[in-house]
Every structure is written in structure tokens, then in C-alpha cells.
């Protein structure tokens, strides 16, 4: 993606952010928190104007994650920018991946918080992110969240899914699909979910299978790999055979 570029190209300031500890001046804190609600300034949420109060969750996430996903979520909506953020969010999770330095950066506690913010800041800046993104990151570095943010984009991504009527659903295969066996799958699965909902189909390759399918969506699992029918048919051969039943 050329926005995660956007972010590996700002990642040599680290060594330079990483030995300072002063924030910028136009990024105050007070100024952040008043910009952006957050689970820490949830009770923001009950004050909010009338014409905001059908602004909901479409699903119920709970734990520090899901509560922060949350609290984007609503933002996003009422920003109006639930896709951007959605982007956002996955590139800066993309970059962590491609970078070990930038991993370690948001993993390490040690690092002190305005140092943390002003990085972020950086980062934001030179990959264009959306206020409403960079200022949440801000505080996510703020509280030391920032080593949380891939289960964060995760469960923000089962909102954005959610409020789209999409189902996600994950296949996997010792090797992929081929196109005309994925499209009747995902019509198979459109059936079996209904009308009102929209299959997003994953593929995921894992050798270990041996052969077969594994079928996963709405927490519903169809194990039809060879390796778990070995493993059941080696089970039913170890089973003593009761001759009197006979």
C-alpha cells in the first residue's frame, strides 16, 4: 500500500525521536483528550448531543481492546470517516509488521510517553493520516496502548463489518482455491447465512492439513481436513470392539 510506504519512510526518525523528550508545541494534551473520545473519557458519550444518541456499537466488544475499538468506532461514524480510519489503521498495523524498529518502538514502556507521542505525531504527519486517526494513536501512545494496537485494528475491523452487514468467513487449504471453487463456496456459505449479509471470504493456506477444507465463520467451525479424519479414523481403530453388541 502506498500509504504504509508513506509510514516506512518515516521510520529512520525514531533514532532521532527515540533521544528526545519534548513534545511539539501544538499538540498539547488537554487539547488531544477534548479532540478525541476514548475509553478513558467515555462518560463524554452520555453529554453528547440528542441527534448523536442513535449512534451505537453493532456488536458488543468487551476488554481493553474491544473498548477502545469501540470508542474509534463511534467516533468514526459520527466523523463520517469510518473507512479512512479503518485504512489507517490497518496500514499503521501493516507497517509494525514490516518493521521490526517500529515494533519494538510500540512494544517498548520503557520509552517515555512524550517521546512515544511525538513520534506518532511524526509518523501521522508524513503518511497523511486523518486527525481523528492521529489523534487516537496520540493517545494510545499517551496510555502505553500502543503495544495493543494490532488486536485494536482487529476488533475495529469486526465493527466496520459489522455496521456493513458483512460476514467474515475463513477457508482453509493446503494450497489456494481455485477461482471457480472459491466462488461456489462463497455462495454456499451466502445460502447457509442469508439474505441481508455479505460473505467476505478469507483464504488461508496451511500444509499441515494434509488435504481438505477448513470452513470458518460466525463461530461456527466444519473441519474437513484430512488430518482430522485421520485422526478420527485412528481413534475409532484404537476403540475395543464389543462383540456382544453384535
Known amino acids: 500500500m502506498a500509504m504504509a510506504a508513506r509510514i516506512r519512510s518515516t521510520l529512520p526518525l525514531f533514532h532521532r525521536l527515540l533521544r528526545s523528550d519534548s513534545l511539539p508545541s501544538h499538540t498539547p494534551r488537554a487539547a488531544l483528550h477534548r479532540t478525541l473520545l476514548c475509553p478513558e473519557l467515555s462518560r463524554k458519550y452520555s453529554t453528547s448531543p440528542k441527534k448523536d444518541e442513535n449512534v451505537k456499537v453493532p456488536l458488543a466488544l468487551f476488554g481493553g481492546s474491544g473498548n477502545y475499538a469501540s470508542a474509534l468506532y463511534l ?47 511524526e509518523i501521522c504527519g508524513q503518511a497523511k493520516f486523518s486527525d481523528l486517526t492521529k489523534n487516537f494513536l496520540v493517545i494510545l501512545a499517551e496510555n502505553g496502548r500502543l503495544r495493543h494496537i494490532e488486536s485494536i485494528a482487529k476488533r ?3 465493527l466496520t463489518m459489522a455496521h456493513k452487514g458483512e460476514v467474515k468467513a475463513s477457508v482453509t487449504s493446503v494450497i489456494p482455491l481455485p477461482p471457480q471453487e472459491e466462488k461456489e463456496l462463497k455462495e454456499t456459505l451466502q445460502e447457509i447465512i442469508g439474505q441481508g449479509k455479505q460473505v467476505k471470504l478469507e483464504q488461508k493456506i496451511d500444509p499441515s492439513i494434509l488435504g481438505g477444507l477448513v470452513v470458518e465463520f460466525e463461530q461456527k467451525v466444519f473441519d474437513m481436513s484430512i488430518k482430522t479424519r485421520a485422526r478420527q479414523m485412528e481413534r475409532f481403530l484404537r476403540e475395543p470392539i464389543n462383540f456382544g453388541s453384535l
Open 156 to 158: 475495529f475491523v469486526e
Open 75 to 121: 467516533a468514526a461514524v459520527k466523523g463520517n470517516a469510518l473507512d479512512k480510519v479503518e485504512s489507517e489503521l490497518l496500514d499503521l498495523v501493516q507497517a509494525s509488521k514490516n518493521s521490526q524498529l517500529f515494533s519494538q518502538f510500540t512494544k517498548d514502556l520503557s520509552v517515555p510517553a512524550e517521546t512515544r507521542v511525538k513520534a506518532i505525531n
